[in-house]
């Protein structure tokens, strides 16, 4: 099965992602590059802690016990969206993300005892540094190389813009997610292995 370990992110950040889906789009759409990006659903967002791959069922097993005790071991925390950027670059992109800010250091302490656990079931190690993000939409493959260098360019320009959160827009996390991942013509579909409870603060 596909699999990967994240975060679920709770409405009041949804929301604020969803606005500034809406915000790109208008003006993506004022130069007739909207039909160039796949906007992420609602449902569909999450911050990635660990992408897994092809496991087998023992490994799930063994990641749901796992994950279940490293959870207790960590405090719930708070996150908020910060930031707008692409993937691989500006000039090329392929992936459109909103940063994250908040408890960054409790929330790499996790993702790096998530990545203990995981190799230890067997999945290679990640070779990149884990950047928190959430991937917000991602570039059709039919757009050209011009396209592609006008959306990195709109999404620049209005990173620049971008304002932080209000506090009460702080997303309290709380939990852990394990899930399927099952890709169709029409996107992935995830569904939920496990939920795990992070300690109280």
Same mark, same amino acid.
């Given at each position: 099965?596909?699999?990967?370990?994240?975060?679920?992110?709770? @409405? @009041?950040?949804?929301?604020?992602?969803?606005?500034?889906?809406?915000?790109?789009?208008? *003006?993506?759409? =004022?130069?007739?590059?909207?039909?160039? %990006?796949?906007?992420?659903?609602?449902?569909?967002?999450?911050?990635?802690?660990? +992408?897994?791959?092809?496991?087998?069922?023992?490994?799930?097993?063994?990641?749901?016990?796992?994950?279940?005790?490293?959870?207790?071991? *960590?405090?719930?925390?708070?996150?908020?969206?910060?930031?707008?950027?692409?993937?691989?670059?500006?000039?090329?992109?392929? %992936?459109?993300?909103?940063?994250?800010?908040?408890?960054?250091?409790?929330?790499?302490?996790?993702?790096?005892?998530?990545?203990?656990? %995981?190799?230890?079931?067997? /999945?290679?190690?990640?070779?990149?540094? #884990?950047?928190? *993000?959430?991937?917000?939409?991602?570039?059709?493959? =039919?757009?050209?190389?011009?396209?592609?260098?006008? /959306?990195?360019?709109?999404?620049?320009?209005?990173?620049?813009?971008?304002?932080?959160?209000?506090?009460?827009?702080?997303?309290?996390?709380?939990?852990? %997610?394990? +899930?399927?991942?099952?890709?169709?013509?029409?996107? @992935?579909?995830?569904?939920?292995?496990? /939920? #795990?409870?992070?300690?109280?603060?």
């Amino acid at each position: 099965m596909r699999a990967f370990i994240a975060i679920e992110m709770p @409405p @009041p950040a949804l929301r604020r992602v969803a606005a500034i889906q809406r915000h790109l789009t208008h *003006h993506l759409r =004022s130069q007739q590059l909207d039909r160039c %990006v796949r906007w992420t659903p609602a449902a569909n967002l999450h911050l990635t802690l660990r +992408f897994l791959g092809e496991i087998d069922q023992s490994q799930c097993d063994a990641l749901l016990t796992m994950l279940s005790s490293l959870a207790a071991q *960590h405090p719930a925390l708070s996150l908020y969206s910060e930031g707008l950027g692409c993937f691989p670059n500006a000039a090329r992109p392929s %992936v459109i993300w909103c940063g994250l800010q908040g408890n960054l250091r409790t929330l790499t302490q996790l993702q790096m005892d998530v990545e203990k656990i %995981v190799r230890s079931v067997g /999945v290679a190690p990640e070779p990149k540094q #884990f950047k928190p *993000h959430l991937t917000i939409g991602r570039t059709q493959r =039919s757009a050209t190389t011009n396209q592609l260098r006008a /959306v990195g360019a709109i999404v620049m320009q209005n990173a620049a813009l971008h304002t932080p959160a209000p506090t009460d827009d702080f997303a309290k996390i709380n939990e852990l %997610v394990l +899930f399927q991942s099952e890709l169709t013509p029409s996107g @992935p579909i995830y569904t939920r292995l496990g /939920v #795990f409870r992070l300690a109280d603060q």
